[in-house]
């Protein structure tokens, strides 16, 4: 029996750092095929800027891999401006039912990954899933998006889904009070590590290590403190340019302190041994409140003690192998508290972080699109 064929509209380019649609994605090719469809780039985008490593002036598909599609879409000139999105989302539509086309099958569910108005105008039996995989109004601002439009499409996109998955329990709870119908908690994963020898960062102990872009989502003021105690700081990631000019030189100016900037995603591993604890020193902000981090779940995948500021997906995780301290002080504590060796908490980490893997998500999203029979059934939904 062919397999069912899941459209995902994304908010990365597919050969992009990969992310939480990317990794559902990968997933979901245990049960389906997947048509994934680019952020579309403007036609008069230079080359080199273009998503997608030599990309053309039309539309494109390729397989990256077995039963993976890949369309990258081109768009108008000003897409983003008000006049243009209108018909800049026909053309995207245009685009997408000619690949569907090209591959002469019928979506069985349309997942939208990015607030993309992907969702209207399906035939019925098509199920229509809106994935936030952020808090996407709250990080309106930060992406340098009109809050009030973002607002506007994320109303349309609610009511136009079947099923609405959330990567975090406040953001589920806030779109179940938008009247939204079928809201899932569908968290962040991770993925197994690797074990790797303790490295030499060429810093002194303790190491504290923070893992991903750092920008304003990142609490400067919780790094400052802690190389203010004399814990070597080691950041690994891309900054963000317009986060903290000067504090953010002045800092990594210190002597015990180590900034990276980008890594592929494959060294991580080796990164992570040279660190003696993870911290997720998020600001307060309503988007970091709805956010699930990444990181948090790497770090126990590392066998690393995790220090985080308080956030309804760390609550949400409730394991006493992550310490949850909001003030500088207190945080720059619970750093030194946690980073001495203990080899006995190592392997209950990367336990706990097994069961929080992306294919036990990935289960979890099959089941809900009907791929997988739940408990009530006896076959998947699409072969009944």
């Not at 996109?157 to 099923?163: F, N, S």
Request: proline share 9%; with cysteine; net charge positive.
């Amino acid at each position: 029996m062919t397999r069912p064929l899941i459209v995902v509209g994304a908010g990365t380019a597919w050969d992009g750092v990969p992310g939480t649609d990317r990794r559902m994605a990968t997933e979901l090719l245990r049960y389906a095929q997947v048509l994934w469809i680019d952020p579309e780039f403007s036609v008069v985008t230079k080359r080199e800027l273009r998503q997608g490593a030599g990309r053309r002036l039309r539309p494109t598909m390729d397989e990256p891999a077995p039963g993976l599609h890949r369309l990258m879409p081109i768009a108008p000139p000003l897409h983003s401006r008000p006049r243009i999105r209108p018909v800049n989302r026909i053309l995207l539509r245009t685009q997408v039912e000619s690949a569907l086309r090209r591959l002469g099958r019928r979506p069985y569910a349309v997942l939208d990954c990015r607030l993309g108005r992907l969702l209207s105008r399906w035939e019925p039996g098509v199920r229509r899933v809106l994935y936030g995989t952020d808090d996407y109004v709250g990080g309106a601002e930060l992406m340098g998006l009109d809050a009030g439009r973002v607002r506007r499409d994320e109303l349309i996109c609610l009511a136009d889904a079947d099923l609405v998955l959330a990567v975090s329990p406040l953001l589920a709870e806030r779109w179940r009070g938008l009247g939204a119908r079928d809201v899932r908690l569908l968290p962040n994963g991770v993925s197994a590590l690797p074990v790797v020898e303790a490295g030499d960062p060429g810093l002194p102990r303790p190491v504290a290590g923070v893992v991903g872009q750092l920008s304003d989502r990142i609490d400067i003021g919780l790094l400052e403190a802690l190389a203010d105690r004399g814990i070597s700081l080691l950041l690994v990631g891309p900054r963000d340019p317009r986060w903290e000019p000067g504090r953010f030189e002045l800092l990594i100016a210190r002597p015990h302190v180590r900034w990276t900037d980008r890594q592929p995603h494959e060294s991580l591993p080796g990164w992570f041994a040279q660190m003696d604890v993870g911290v997720t020193p998020y600001v307060k902000s309503d988007f970091n409140r709805a956010s699930f981090p990444l990181k948090t779940l790497e770090y126990l995948a590392a066998g690393l003690p995790v220090v985080t500021t308080d956030l309804p997906a760390t609550r949400w995780l409730d394991t006493g192998l992550v310490t949850i301290a909001d003030e500088p002080s207190s945080f720059a504590d619970a750093v030194h508290q946690v980073a001495g060796p203990r080899p006995d908490l190592v392997a209950a980490r990367r336990a706990f972080a097994a069961g929080h893997s992306w294919q036990a998500r990935g289960e979890v999203l099959a089941t809900a699109l009907g791929l997988l029979p739940s408990r009530t059934e006896e076959t998947p939904s699409w072969q009944s």
